[in-house]
Nanobody
């Protein structure tokens, strides 16, 4: 199982970016997928996550009303629409999934590579 993240980049304050995360490989079931972020010197923290079967979402307080996580039309892919970006949103964003792969005993954590989001004028 692999998670492929894309969409990071440089954006001005107040701007928008969309991150994409696609899960691939031999997958039995995906429980949920989401995004975490890490600022240098700080712990990785939850940004948003979604239960793929139900669409139920969960957001960190600091992104509520600005970020939206959703299921993409492509299978096993989620999108994170980030609006009204602030300099303090600058971080490495990591895709995460709770996935049952064909070689796993049960659902477990998978991580994609980080994608850098820089918010600066």
């Amino acid at each position: 199982v692999q998670l492929q993240a894309s969409g990071g980049g440089l954006v001005r304050p107040g701007g928008s970016l969309t991150l994409s995360c696609a899960a691939s490989g031999s997958i039995v079931n995906i429980g949920r997928m989401g995004w975490y972020r890490q600022i240098p010197g700080k712990q990785r923290e939850l940004v948003a996550r979604i239960v793929l079967s139900s669409g139920t979402t969960d957001y960190a307080d600091y992104v509520k009303g600005r970020f939206t996580i959703s299921r993409a039309s492509a299978k096993n892919t989620v999108l994170l629409q980030m609006n009204t970006l602030k300099p303090e949103d600058t971080a490495d964003y990591y895709c995460h999934g709770v996935i049952f792969g064909s070689t796993d005993i049960s659902h477990r954590d998978y991580w994609g590579q980080g994608t850098l989001v820089t918010v600066s004028s």
